[in-house]
Nanobody, 123 residues
């Protein structure tokens, strides 16, 4: 069982930056693939980025080059550094954990989810 708690969301102007954190409970955090997803009002949940247990990363085309996912297994935490933010990035951001070894952009592959943190980018 893994419990996930996101933090770091907020209101930022276009072009600004935010860093999201996701703290995980449990002693097996290092074994999980971790992902970030987002959901804007009226839209489906969308893949943002993922990082495997051996630090391989995978990004959606919409954030590649602007966002960076990383993990600190000693702190049981995964991060999402978001730069050059755009109003289109406005959404609730969720972190998720997947026990499979294969990176996936499919939210159904992820077993555990946090409660989400709101990111709002003003123009």
């Amino acid at each position: 069982q893994v419990q996930l708690v996101e933090s770091g969301g907020g209101l930022v102007q276009a072009g600004g930056s935010l860093r999201l954190s996701c703290a995980a409970s449990g002693r097996t955090f290092s074994r999980y693939t971790m992902g970030w997803f987002r959901q804007a009002p009226g839209k489906e949940r969308e893949f943002v980025a993922a990082i495997s247990r051996n630090y391989i990363t995978y990004y959606s085309d919409s954030v590649k080059g602007r966002f960076t996912i990383s993990r600190d297994n000693a702190k049981n935490t995964v991060y999402l550094q978001m730069n050059s933010l755009e109003p289109e990035d406005t959404a609730v951001y969720y972190c998720a954990a997947d026990s499979a070894m294969v990176l996936s952009r499919n939210p159904e592959a992820y077993e555990y989810w946090g409660q989400g943190t709101q990111v709002t980018v003003s123009s």
